[in-house]
């Protein structure tokens, strides 16, 4: 008996251990042969030879212009259906459920479908081309269904006290919204928001045939512009010689990534404080 | 109200609709993503065009043999794998986690599975690419193989199964666990005896999240697999999944052999529903079940 | 209470005073055969009574025998509750609340509303005041300044606050924050105040302070209050309602004066529920 809890408890520590060492191995990898291409010329450098050599400046710019164009479309999309979820549905009409089982799968769907429909859509059908904007579209799309249901989640925790306070003092719900439910949720908003543009800082396969390949600095977003993720995926794939460029710029990538989750967790965490400081 | 300015009482009705409008634009979302690839797979599925797909004894665009199935099981192969792989090594970190690590430990591990969600895709693929292929090429070659696929694939999902678990398990009530105690259950009965078992829906829950995430992953598993279309037979043998075939032909396809690919993202659409599907069965039996 | 400031305390069954004699019951709530029900589960039926202007009205009876639902249908909170459905008339000043053509916000104004939980936003004590007073249309920053300072006056809570309006509300006591909370509904100059069980949340002393400002908002307002604790009831009350459930519906089993009520009461439940056999 006491054998079993015995082995039990090391296959335990040797899972553990299994994670802590595929994770170590993967971390440092990248460290060890990102670092020594790391430098202030490396981001500011225009890349050449294929990469191979220079910077990720332009791509650095093309990465961020992409976000930032899916995030304009994103935020209110995603914020307007999040607080109607929330406030002004009732939760158990068949509306809310199909509306649910929507967006479960659209969470489910794989990014390199959001590419092809980005492709047949934005850039076919709507003629925006190869373009960063063609790209945060498709984006914005994938991010959809993450921030919802982080907003979602954010606004289904705030007490249901104040909004009983509110209805009892004939207030309107869009006032209790505005001045009492959104800026208690916003750290949990916020923290969503920051988890939804982590996930699309790393995508890949939905801007290969949306955003494109083009590796020079762009001129507005009707131009092509070639993601961080992409241009690493470029190096290591279609560039013979790319491996230590393509490690430098998953440094990057790596390092953008885990900047944006950690201020995520830290957000969530002050707020879950905050909560817990109000039941006091 | 004789003494207020009377508030404008519409506002509410105005937001409210204006809110759900925004909210039908993002299910249309889905109706539009469905309605494109159909569009634009039709020349290949109208009629019955589309049984090629499955008795072609190939794929081979030039020759207009389009058959999926060598593909469409390489992708199960793969995802499958590692799930099986996954599920022990997440489930049993969410444990370690829970009940077994001290504090010191504990915590920095839980932040390393968090760390590993957010690990792009991309980077696992380089990383697979460059360490693991030539590991296993060493054993046998040429490396880039179904093994390679499923083991970067596993590690990928495992923060998945790992965090979903974890929070089923944490959110068992206490009483189960003094329950347990006071039985003089030993640890490892407890957890699987009692515990595991309780939590076994979220559990669940998270391994077809995580079954979800497998079938849709596209440049990790097309920087490490190898790309050769043919059904898989071994371990060790170079394969080419539905997503990577996308990612890798798209660029110069035309006409039929575009229509196939977009025939192909409808496919994977159909596998997806069907797993979202089963998982929003299994959390509407636990709203009854609560109810 | 050992310092002797605090008059009525809720744990002991005190002196009984009676409260304010109603010489003239104006009724100023008139409940026509009320019934509740959520999703088709009758909770309470059969309600009918007046409640009197200025006047103490206390509802007493055990848990779940639906004097919570008696309370949200009266200023039609019932609404917000999915699946709740109240028939019956409710004729509030002379009109029926049920009415299509009542503005659901304007009774609120008027019927104002204290829960169990002081529930104040998160926000400053002085936002807590204003932001009604300004989704109610009053802008003019002197009036809204006055009014401030009456409500919290009315609560006994200026003097201890009139320094840190600006802090937050949620960093006051227990105690302050309910009465902050019922500040807050009093700004909007209701003519009648709705309480679920006010106290019970609150510890002896602040419970007590509480208890001691309804007394002096009685006659101002009329007061309906619903409450666990027989001897605040008795203490505060001039009208008592004793509702029981049956066959796991709630009825209205006697009303009447709060004194005759628990003295002499008229029917057997209500004497064996007063004299603390049963419920």
């Known amino acids: ?280 | 109200m004789s003494e207020f300015l009377s508030p404008p009482k519409n506002i509410d009705r105005w937001l409210g609709i204006g809110l759900s409008m925004l909210m039908g634009l993002v299910a249309l979302l889905l109706i539009l993503i469905v309605a494109f690839l159909a569009s634009e797979a039709w020349p290949v599925i109208q009629g019955d065009s589309w049984a090629r797909f499955f008795n072609s004894d190939g794929w081979y665009p030039l020759e207009n043999k389009f058959g999926l199935l060598p593909m469409l099981w390489a992708t199960l192969a793969v995802s499958v794998g590692a799930v099986v792989l996954a599920f022990p090594l997440g489930l049993g970190s969410a444990i370690f986690i829970e009940y077994y690590a001290p504090r010191v430990i504990g915590k920095p591990f839980s932040s390393v599975v968090t760390l590993l969600a957010g690990v792009p895709s991309v980077v696992f693929g380089l990383w697979g690419l460059t360490e693991l292929v030539p590991l296993i090429n060493n054993v046998h070659p040429p490396g880039a193989s179904l093994l390679t696929a499923i083991l970067v694939l596993t590690l990928m999902i495992l923060p998945t199964i790992s965090l979903t678990s974890r929070s089923a398990l944490s959110s068992l009530p206490a009483h189960l666990l003094q329950n347990s105690a006071a039985l003089a259950l030993s640890k490892k009965s407890m957890i699987v005896g009692v515990l595991v078992p309780t939590a076994s829906k979220g559990i669940v829950g998270g391994v077809l999240l995580a079954l979800v995430r497998a079938l849709g992953e596209t440049m990790a598993v097309l920087m490490v697999a190898g790309n050769v279309v043919q059904t898989p037979s071994g371990l060790f043998d170079p394969v080419r999944v539905l997503t990577a075939n996308i990612a890798l032909e798209m660029a110069y396809a035309t006409g039929e052999h575009r229509a196939a690919l977009f025939a192909s993202g409808l496919l994977l659409m159909v596998l997806v529903i069907c797993v979202v599907w089963m998982t929003s069965r299994l959390s509407s039996g636990e709203v009854n079940g609560y109810d | 209470m050992s310092n002797g400031l605090v008059k009525g305390n809720a744990y002991t069954l005190g002196s009984i005073e009676q409260g304010e004699p109603c010489c003239d019951p104006i009724p100023h709530f008139s409940i026509n055969n009320l019934a509740v029900s959520y999703h088709n589960e009758m909770v309470l039926s059969n309600v009918s009574l007046e409640v009197y202007k200025g006047c103490i009205t206390a509802l007493i009876g055990p848990s779940g025998c639906g004097k919570s639902s008696f309370l949200t249908a009266l200023n039609r909170l019932s609404d917000m509750v999915p699946g709740a459905e109240v028939s019956g008339d409710i004729v509030f000043e002379g009109e029926n609340i049920f009415d299509a053509s009542i503005d659901v916000r304007a009774l609120r104004t008027k019927v104002g509303m204290i829960f169990q939980k002081p529930n104040p936003f998160p926000l400053s004590i002085r936002k807590n005041l204003e932001l009604p007073l300004k989704e109610h249309g009053v802008r003019n920053k002197s009036e809204i300044e006055s009014k401030i300072f009456d409500a919290l006056q009315s609560v006994g809570l200026w003097d201890e606050v009139k320094d840190r309006l600006q802090s937050s509300a949620l960093s006051l006591s227990g105690g302050q924050q309910q009465r902050l909370c019922i500040a807050r509904a009093l700004i909007l100059e209701p003519s009648v105040l709705l309480m679920d069980e006010p106290c019970s949340a609150l510890d002896p002393i602040s419970s007590g302070i509480v208890e001691e400002m309804i007394q002096r908002l009685a006659g101002r307002y009329t007061i309906i209050i619903v409450t666990h604790n027989l001897a605040q009831a008795r203490r505060i009350a001039n009208y008592a309602a004793f509702f029981w459930m049956t066959e796991r519906v709630g009825k209205l089993i006697e009303f009447g004066q709060c004194r005759p009520l628990f003295e002499s009461p008229q029917h057997s439940l209500t004497a064996a529920y007063v004299s603390g056999e049963m419920g």
Request: contains cysteine; positive net charge; charged residues 15%.
């Open chain 1, 1 to 280: 008996m006491a054998m079993i809890d015995r082995s039990f408890t090391i296959i335990i520590w040797i899972m553990a251990g299994l994670v802590l060492l595929a994770f170590g191995w993967l971390v440092s990898d990248v460290v060890v042969q990102g670092a020594p291409k790391l430098s202030w010329q490396f981001l500011m450098d225009e890349p050449t030879r294929s990469g191979r050599e220079g910077g990720i400046y332009p791509i650095i710019v093309s990465t961020l212009l992409i976000l930032m164009t899916a995030l304009v479309v994103v935020l209110p999309l995603g914020l307007g259906s999040a607080i109607w979820l929330a406030e002004f549905s009732s939760k158990s009409s068949k509306r809310v459920r199909t509306t649910r089982l929507i967006l479960d799968v659209l969470a489910g769907v794989p990014s390199i479908v959001f590419g092809l429909f980005g492709y047949a859509f934005f850039c076919g059908f709507l003629d925006l081309g190869f373009s960063i904007l063609s790209g945060g579209l498709t984006l914005a799309c994938m991010m959809l269904p993450i921030l919802i249901r982080t907003t979602e989640a954010g606004l289904a925790a705030v007490p249901q006290d104040w909004r009983k306070a509110g209805a009892a003092l004939g207030m309107s719900r869009t006032t209790l919204l505005w001045q009492v439910l959104l800026p208690y949720a916003s750290p949990a908003i916020t923290a969503g928001l920051l988890l939804s543009i982590g996930r699309a800082t790393a995508e890949t396969a939905a801007l290969i045939f949306t955003s494109g390949y083009v590796d020079r600095m762009p001129e507005s977003i009707n131009d092509s512009g070639r993601a961080l993720a992409v241009h690493i995926y470029d190096l290591s794939m279609n560039v013979v010689g790319g491996d230590k460029a393509s490690y430098g710029s998953a440094l990057v990538l790596i390092l953008m990534v885990v900047i944006i989750n950690l201020s995520a967790s830290t957000l969530s965490e002050f707020w879950l404080e905050k909560k817990i400081s109000r039941l006091k």
